[in-house]
Nanobody, 120 residues
Framework: QVGLVESGGGLVQAGGSLRLSCEAS????????LGWYRQAPGKQRELVAT???????NYANSVKGRFTISRSNAATTVYLQMNSLKPEDTAVYYC??????????????WGQGTQVTVSS
């Protein structure tokens, strides 16, 4: 199993910025994609942004132009730069990794979540 350690959440005023980080470690043969999801109180978990091993990115419409996902050269750390934050961005943000633990075993791991609170 792969462990994901997130950091960077916190409290920020509307219009401010935060940067989330997530480092993957463990039994990794290759990483297929890394991503960020979020879950607000009373709502379902939703995709925020993903980045594939090839560097292809995908964003939720609600964050396009404000959030940027990137990864380290080793592709085991993923970042989420969040600018122009809005109160509706308040949620627990979860890191996700899709990876192969060996040549044929596809797995998925989730981080423990980090709280992002945007005050108006």
């Amino acid at each position: 199993q792969v462990g994901l350690v997130e950091s960077g959440g916190g409290l920020v005023q509307a219009g401010g910025s935060l940067r989330l980080s997530c480092e993957a470690s463990g039994n990794i043969f290759s990483i297929n994609a890394l991503g960020w999801y979020r879950q607000a109180p009373g709502k379902q978990r939703e995709l925020v942004a993903t980045i594939t091993n090839a560097g292809t990115t995908n964003y939720a419409n609600s964050v396009k132009g404000r959030f940027t996902i990137s990864r380290s050269n080793a592709a085991t750390t993923v970042y989420l730069q969040m600018n122009s934050l809005k109160p509706e961005d308040t949620a627990v943000y979860y890191c996700n990794a899709e990876y192969y633990s060996d040549v044929s075993t596809f797995e998925q791991s989730w981080g423990q979540g980090t709280q992002v609170t945007v005050s108006s």
